[in-house]
């Protein structure tokens, strides 16, 4: 099992910047990927972005591409996401989520959440316009 802990969220203007961070331990080496997930009040979770490995193979959704940016630090143990040019829409709880499900199922399951077996308890962000 992989504990998850996200730290940055806060309360930012629409046109701000905010990063994100998740802090990973236990059995991290058992990681193929990892994620970022959002959920706002009334609405189904949603998949904002997702990194393989070092970071080298990224995805995101069409919602935040161009505005984000998900990065790992191997050595840390640790994920970010590098959220600019926020707006209203944004506000959500953002979650991190690990897998080590791989290969050919990744690829093809990356944005569902069944796929990824951990989970931290989210930090809230909220975008005032």
């Known amino acids: 099992q992989v504990q998850l802990v996200e730290s940055g969220g806060g309360t930012v203007q629409a046109g701000d910047s905010l990063r994100l961070s998740c802090a990973a331990s236990g059995r991290t080496f058992s990681v193929y990927a990892m994620a970022w997930f959002r959920q706002a009040p009334g609405k189904e979770r949603e998949f904002v972005a997702a990194a393989i490995g070092n970071g080298a193979v990224t995805f995101y959704a069409d919602s935040v591409k161009g505005r984000f940016t998900i990065s790992r630090d191997i050595a840390k143990n640790a994920m970010y996401l590098q959220m600019n040019s926020q707006n209203p829409g944004d506000t959500a709880v953002y979650l991190c989520?690990?897998?080590?499900?791989?290969?050919?199922?990744?690829?093809?399951?990356?944005?569902?959440?069944?796929?990824?077996?951990?989970w931290g308890q989210g930090t809230q962000v909220t975008v005032s316009s």
């Open positions: 989520a690990a897998t080590s499900k791989g290969g050919v199922y990744y690829y093809t399951s990356r944005a569902n959440r069944s796929t990824y077996e951990d």
